[in-house]
């Protein structure tokens, strides 16, 4: 959960990073601009590029193979051990 909402968090915040640098060559070098009036699309734009990377990176790697089988977390000895994908026993060669 925590990581879904940092990604959201960074997300909005190269959004608005990219706006502000917009803002501030627009009020000095660009009056007129396309660029500068096409300004609020361009950092949506990147918010996306950025909420769209950071989901997939975060999802890469953390699925097991479709041979596996999830183990939820539990309880040990008195320690939580994590959830974790198991290999599924195959069929026994008898």
Avoid: C
């Avoid at 917009?22 to 609020?40: C, N």
């Avoid at 990147?46 to 041979?67: E, T």
């Amino acid at each position: 959960m925590i990581r879904t909402s940092l990604i959201l968090i960074i997300a909005v915040l190269a959004g608005l990073v990219v706006l502000a640098l917009l803002l501030r060559v627009g009020r000095r070098h660009a009056k007129g601009s396309a660029l500068i009036a096409w300004r609020h699309v361009i950092a949506a734009a990147v918010s996306l590029i950025v909420f769209v990377g950071a989901a997939v990176l975060f999802d890469l790697g953390r699925s097991g193979a479709p041979s596996t089988d999830y183990q939820p977390p539990r309880i040990e000895n008195g320690q939580i051990k994590p959830g974790e994908f198991k290999p599924v026993p195959g069929p026994s060669a008898s």
